[in-house]
């Protein structure tokens, strides 16, 4: 026996909930809680996710490749157009990487050149390839026909107006009669106000994202600025966008327009309204799963992204009168292991490893609560330190392990084993949540030794409070030393390669200097001379070396 169906195609046993879906209200209803989901779940992966420190990673690398870094940008954006897929995620990014006037200088320039080139395209070389894929959109020959009758005024229209998809668009004009030059002009001029929009929502988000990124933030009225702009431009664009197609209506007409059998209408028209409310809804699931599933694994996915961006904050006052902790156990061990350039002696470290495992025992039992701000930023450099040498001490030799990376990754970084004060964190805990995030320090980069040799090297003696900054500032200088491992500078060129660190970290050094070139310059004169006379820098990373920072690898 078959199975009874409506008029509509549909089971007699869907009707009533397709009914249900079709109702405004009810569509209405899971239209929004869908997009609540969907913000919300993009704003969970967003906090997941280093978004700014990547970011400050790919706006470095297109700062090194000097001008170069926008030319590719452009060019990348020109070949997604001309391949009709979505660029509006390139506009936005742009925004971000380049800012409001530059980015919309650069998407404007690109989007106009892959205008023109599909213009001349379609016109030229595959006008018959085109002409079939565009006769697939019922518009066309209504567009056709307005377009030569209006000319480059239609274009406007049609670019103001999503009527017919962007890139669609640039092949199809390469069709009608409208010569190249109006053509272009009209949609570089009608393209702009959705370009700005778009560059504004990625300028917004990335000033959002960095909030603090600045000494000093935002004020509450640059921030009323930021946002009543941004509303305003929302408004203005729907505005002329809503002008736009009715004008482009009254050119047309509806009835060249529409194309399908007046039969089928009235099914399409119910489709049209039930399929995009369903579709919403199957996205809005499916995103809030996926972020349900990302906290789960939020360790994991942090580390697909390198060290997670953090707000350099100073959270301890200082205490001229606090407790202290003495150092000097550790200090006589460093000074009898470690060599000049910051190399270890396992071997005899191994062999000496009770002073180690009783410093690392009286870290344990230090009162960190009543400590000052530079004896905790000492303690807990020096702990990291210590620990990162007996984990090494542990387990060189076993199991082939010839350095840190060797080491099994639960074991490793994130392994919750060293007590500070009674309290148990990982090494990336110590390092992320408890210096970075609470003390304002960039410095601490080339302190912390994670025992290979593309760290900053290790010094032959502890960290004290007494002379914190002396011995920071002395580790700054080590690493800014032009040939070293850590910097080269060709002044000419004016490029400077820099030790990867840089590039990890590049947002802890933004938010105190600015930019990573303006941190270089703090310890490096030439560049500070360069950047000085307005010399823009090509900035390159240095191959990082993963191999044991040992004797043996550093003489």
């Known amino acids: 026996?078959?199975?009874?169906?409506?008029?509509?195609?549909?089971?007699?046993?869907?009707?009533?909930?397709?009914?249900?879906?079709?109702?405004?209200?009810?569509?209405?209803?899971?239209?929004?809680?869908?997009?609540?989901?969907?913000?919300?779940?993009?704003?969970?992966?967003?906090?997941?996710?280093?978004?700014?420190?990547?970011?400050?990673?790919?706006?470095?690398?297109?700062?090194?490749?000097?001008?170069?870094?926008?030319?590719?940008?452009?060019?990348?954006?020109?070949?997604?157009?001309?391949?009709?897929?979505?660029?509006?995620?390139?506009?936005?990014?742009?925004?971000?990487?380049?800012?409001?006037?530059?980015?919309?200088?650069?998407?404007?320039?690109?989007?106009?050149?892959?205008?023109?080139?599909?213009?001349?395209?379609?016109?030229?070389?595959?006008?018959?390839?085109?002409?079939?894929?565009?006769?697939?959109?019922?518009?066309?020959s209504a567009v056709d026909r307005a377009v030569g009758e209006g000319g480059w005024r239609i274009v406007v229209l049609l670019r103001l107006s999503p009527a017919v998809p962007f890139n669609l668009q640039n092949y199809l004009y390469g069709l009608t009669p409208i010569r190249f030059w109006p053509c272009v002009l009209a949609s570089w001029a009608a393209m702009l106000p959705g370009t700005f929009l778009y560059v504004y929502l990625g300028h917004a988000g990335r000033a959002g994202l960095a909030a603090t990124g600045d000494a000093g933030g935002r004020s509450p009225a640059e921030w009323a600025m930021l946002v009543v702009g941004l509303i305003a431009t929302v408004i203005v664009t729907i505005y002329v966008t809503r002008l736009a197609r009715r004008a482009l209506a009254r050119q047309t007409g509806d009835s060249g327009a529409r194309q399908e059998p007046a039969e089928e209408a009235p099914q399409s028209r119910r489709a049209a309204r039930l399929w995009p409310t369903l579709a919403l809804a199957v996205i809005a699931v499916a995103l809030s799963s996926g972020a349900m599933v990302a906290c789960s694994q939020s360790d994991r996915i942090r580390g697909l992204f390198g060290p997670p961006a953090v707000e350099l904050v100073e959270q301890h006052p200082d205490q001229a009168d606090g407790a202290s902790f003495d150092h000097a156990t550790l200090d006589a061990l460093l000074a009898r292991h470690v060599n000049a350039a910051g190399g270890v002696d396992y071997a005899a470290?191994?062999?000496?490893?009770?002073?180690?495992?009783?410093?690392?025992?009286?870290?344990?039992?230090?009162?960190?609560?009543?400590?000052?701000?530079?004896?905790?930023?000492?303690?807990?450099?020096?702990?990291?330190?210590?620990?990162?040498?007996?984990?090494?001490?542990?387990?060189?030799?076993?199991?082939?392990?010839?350095?840190?990376?060797?080491?099994?990754?639960?074991?490793?970084?994130?392994?919750?084993?060293?007590?500070?004060?009674g309290q148990v964190w990982s090494l990336s805990q110590i390092e992320h949540e408890q210096i970075r995030a609470k003390f304002r320090e960039p410095r601490i980069h080339w302190a912390l030794v994670c025992a290979a040799v593309g760290c900053p090297p290790l010094r032959d003696e502890a960290y004290t409070a007494a002379r914190l900054d002396e011995q920071l500032a002395d580790q700054a200088s080590r690493v800014h030393r032009d040939g070293s491992r850590w910097l080269r500078y060709e002044p000419h060129a004016a490029r400077i390669e820099l030790t990867p660190l840089y590039d990890w970290y590049g947002s802890d050094f933004v938010q105190v200097h600015g930019s990573v070139a303006a941190a270089v310059a703090k310890h490096h004169e030439a560049v500070r001379k360069d950047l000085e006379e307005g010399r823009k820098l090509q900035i390159a990373w240095l191959p990082y070396d993963w191999s044991l920072n040992s004797q043996d690898h550093l003489p």
């Open 349 to 421: 470290l191994a062999a000496d490893r009770e002073p180690l495992r009783r410093y690392i025992a009286a870290i344990a039992e230090a009162p960190f609560a009543a400590l000052g701000r530079d004896e905790k930023l000492a303690l807990l450099i020096n702990a990291y330190n210590a620990f990162t040498l007996d984990l090494l001490v542990e387990w060189l030799g076993r199991d082939g392990v010839a350095g840190i990376r060797d080491i099994p990754e639960a074991r490793r970084w994130d392994d919750r084993r060293w007590s500070i004060g």
């Open 1 to 140: 026996m078959g199975q009874l169906t409506t008029n509509d195609g549909l089971p007699s046993s869907g009707r009533s909930w397709t009914m249900a879906l079709r109702k405004p209200v009810v569509a209405r209803t899971i239209k929004a809680i869908s997009i609540v989901l969907i913000a919300g779940s993009v704003i969970v992966v967003g906090r997941l996710v280093p978004i700014d420190a990547s970011m400050q990673r790919l706006q470095a690398w297109i700062e090194g490749a000097g001008v170069w870094g926008p030319v590719l940008f452009g060019m990348i954006y020109v070949v997604l157009a001309l391949l009709m897929l979505p660029a509006s995620l390139l506009t936005i990014a742009a925004g971000a990487l380049f800012g409001l006037v530059w980015g919309t200088v650069l998407v404007s320039a690109a989007s106009t050149v892959a205008a023109a080139l599909a213009f001349l395209i379609a016109r030229y070389l595959a006008r018959e390839t085109v002409a079939r894929r565009v006769a697939a959109h019922p518009r066309i």
